[in-house]
């Protein structure tokens, strides 16, 4: 494992409150802690998006289902989060689902409303086995339509996809602003579906072109811990589960840097 390891960790937390009065007050609270907490460089905190598209997609949602992505200084700053902090206390005992992955970066691109928190990152080729990404894309509301009919039509494709452990995502800023996250079982599964296969292919091209964001942010990144459970409805569950125990029996190969970067989209969902 690489508990002990230098340099940035990110976290990403998915967990379900009991209460709608719950997930109220962290939706209001958490958004406004990222520069209180020590070694916290950035954080995001969305509802995800409908059971219906696997919590991936805007539509009838349940505000309790919350997505939670964090950048750290290092593992210390988050294993004090999770130890003192009444949030990431709250997050683990005051909800009836909870799962937590730790990621150690491997490329970084864009920025997220002006935020770039991964900055200076040398880009690394992924070892092999299982990557997770993370897409943030900041819109005008003129754009909204489009990019949510584009991600209308990607998601069935997603759900389809081989190599696909897990996915959520969600809006935040009244739907201009988006968030995504999904593990694969390869780095090579994530770039078939995010530049191989339309019609994401096609969505990803469009933006690029026609510069139809503010700014957008991409992240991959190698998975190295991960405990708790995915959402029980949902298909995902069971890969997760399976994730998670692999995810304890073997530490991850270190990376090796590698340059030119490979070509990163504007706002691949995978």
Not at 16 to 27: D, E, H, I, N, V
Not at 131 to 146: G, K
Not at 163 to 188: C, D, H, K, Y
Not at 212 to 220: G, K, N
């Amino acid at each position: 494992m690489e508990g002990n390891g230098a340099g940035p960790v990110v976290s990403a937390h998915l967990f379900t409150f009991r209460s709608l009065r719950a997930a109220g007050r962290s939706l209001r609270r958490d958004r406004e802690w990222t520069a209180r907490i020590p070694g916290l460089r950035f954080a995001r905190v969305i509802f995800v998006g409908s059971r219906r598209s696997e919590a991936i997609a805007p539509g009838w949602v349940d505000p309790r289902r919350q997505l939670a992505m964090c950048v750290w200084d290092e593992e210390a700053a988050l294993e004090r989060f999770r130890e003192s902090s009444p949030i990431g206390r709250a997050w683990r005992e005051h909800t009836a689902q909870h799962c937590e992955v730790r990621m150690r970066p491997l490329r970084t691109h864009g920025t997220y409303m002006g935020e770039e928190p991964l900055a200076g990152l040398p880009a690394q080729t992924a070892p092999p086995g299982p990557v997770a990404v993370l897409t943030f894309a900041n819109m005008p509301a003129r754009e909204l339509p489009h990019f949510y009919r584009g991600l209308a039509r990607s998601v069935p494709v997603l759900h389809a996809s081989a190599g696909l452990i897990a996915a959520a995502g969600g809006p935040e800023r009244l739907g201009r602003g988006g968030m995504t996250f999904t593990i694969w079982n390869s780095v090579q599964d994530a770039l078939g579906f995010s530049y191989r296969r339309e019609p994401h292919l096609g969505l990803v091209k469009s933006v690029g072109a026609q510069h139809r964001f503010i700014d957008s942010m991409f992240l991959r990144l190698r998975p190295y811990a991960a405990e708790g459970t995915w959402f029980q409805w949902s298909r995902y569950a069971a890969p997760f589960a399976d994730f998670a125990r692999s995810m304890q029996r073997a530490p991850a190969p270190v990376p090796r840097a590698t340059t030119p970067p490979d070509r990163a989209a504007r706002f691949p969902t995978a």
